[in-house]
């Protein structure tokens, strides 16, 4: 499976951006699409899931009421809305796909795809 995000940028604090990720190739499969982030120096972090199937959401608490995690299944496309942006939130962030894999633990919990990171700016 192949993942293309686009709209990172610059942005002052208290805006807003909309990254998107668009699924191609061998999407079945899917269990999970979401977003994790990695700020200078430190570990990549989860930012917000959505399942696939059933559309069960799962956010950070640093990003609970601001970022909203949604998806079109007919495009294989995951959106992250993001608003009330903050300085903290400035980081690299990677789009991710869970997709079953081959043995009973991957068929479960997926293995991991990473799509490019997008950078996102959030300036005070």
């Known amino acids: 499976v192949q993942l293309q995000a686009s709209g990172g940028g610059l942005v002052q604090a208290g805006g807003s951006l909309r990254l998107s990720c668009a699924a191609s190739g061998s999407v079945f499969g899917i269990i999970t699409m979401g977003w994790y982030r990695q700020a200078p120096e430190k570990e990549r972090e989860l930012v917000a899931t959505i399942n696939k199937s059933s559309a069960v959401t799962n956010y950070a608490d640093s990003v609970k009421g601001r970022f909203t995690i949604s998806r079109d299944d007919a495009k294989n496309i995951v959106y992250l809305q993001m608003n009330s942006l903050k300085p903290e939130d400035t980081a690299v962030y990677y789009c991710?796909?869970?997709?079953?894999?081959?043995?009973?633990?991957?068929?479960?919990?997926?293995?991991?795809?990473w799509g490019k990171g997008t950078q996102v700016t959030v300036s005070s």
């Open positions: 991710n796909v869970k997709k079953q894999g081959s043995t009973w633990q991957e068929k479960i919990y997926g293995v991991d795809h």
